[in-house]
């Protein structure tokens, strides 16, 4: 249940339907640059911290 009503917010900020959420997190839907900064800002997270997670 959590997981539903956390993409249904997730999109309401983002200004996306769900099912991008949805398509997101199983791995059919990638995210451009702008929508990354977007989901990033979305959550409260920064995207440096983020992009700095990723393995080089």
Do not use: N
Request: glycine share 6%; proline share 4%.
């Amino acid at each position: 249940m959590w997981k539903h009503s956390w993409q249904a917010l997730l999109a309401k900020w983002l200004k996306r339907p769900k099912s991008c959420v949805s398509k997101f997190e199983i791995g059919k839907w990638y995210l451009d640059v702008i929508e990354f900064i977007d989901m990033c800002k979305a959550i409260g997270v920064e995207t440096r911290v983020v992009l700095g997670k990723v393995p080089r």
